[in-house]
Every structure is written in C-alpha cells, then in structure tokens.
C-alpha cells in the first residue's frame, strides 16, 4: 500500500491548466503559506519531463494538447516512491491565477504557484 505521500504526489499530478508544459513549471505547494517554509510535505516542482515531491517522482513523457482546451495538456506518468513503481494519465494545467490542477482517474487536486 502506497503512502498518503505518494498518493498526494500522484493527485497533484492529475490538476494543471497549460498549453505548453513551459507554463505549469515551477514551483508550488498546498498554500502560500507552505510555500513560505524551508520544508513541506505537500511542496512539488514541476519541470517539463518530470514532477518531484517530497519522497517521489514521475517522469513525464507523451505531452497531447487538449483540443478545446488550450490551457491543459494530457501527460503518461511513471513514478518512483519509497521503493514502488506506478504509471497513470494526468492532465496538467494552471488556474487563472497561475496555480497547477493536477487531474487523474484518482481525482483532482489544485496547488498554489510558489512566489
């Protein structure tokens, strides 16, 4: 059984809004105030080939644009964690405030950009 560590990570995955996988890179973490300190748990950084959290990664490969939705892009997920492999689909994208949607068949959750 995977830790909730690993399955927030796989859920922060399955939300962003983003045609181009240049603008849901960054930096970003359940809320400003997480983001304000040196370590937390919930803080991902996502960069165009992969996402890394606190104790796992996924590497991101197949970038697919969303017809009629300009601000998402479709993604194959392969992630490592705490010993374990699994892959999944997530659709990356930003908010109109810039803050990462990670969508999957596991949910969706939402991040805030890290300024």
Not at 51 to 61: N, V
Request: hydrophobic residues 35%; charged residues 15%; negative net charge.
């Amino acid at each position: 059984m995977r830790p909730s560590r690993v399955t927030l990570i796989a859920a922060l995955l399955a939300t962003a809004t983003s045609l181009s996988a240049q603008s849901t890179t960054g930096v970003f973490d359940l809320s400003q105030e997480a983001c304000s300190y040196e370590f937390s748990d919930g803080r991902i950084e996502v960069t165009p080939t992969a996402i890394h959290g606190w104790e796992s990664s996924c590497d991101l490969t197949n970038p697919t644009s969303l017809r009629g939705l300009p601000n998402a892009i479709l993604y194959d997920a392969v992630c490592y964690g705490e010993g374990e492999e699994w892959s999944y689909r997530v659709m990356l994208a930003t908010n109109y405030d810039g803050d990462l949607v990670n969508y999957t068949q596991g949910g969706l959750s939402t991040h805030v950009r890290c300024k």
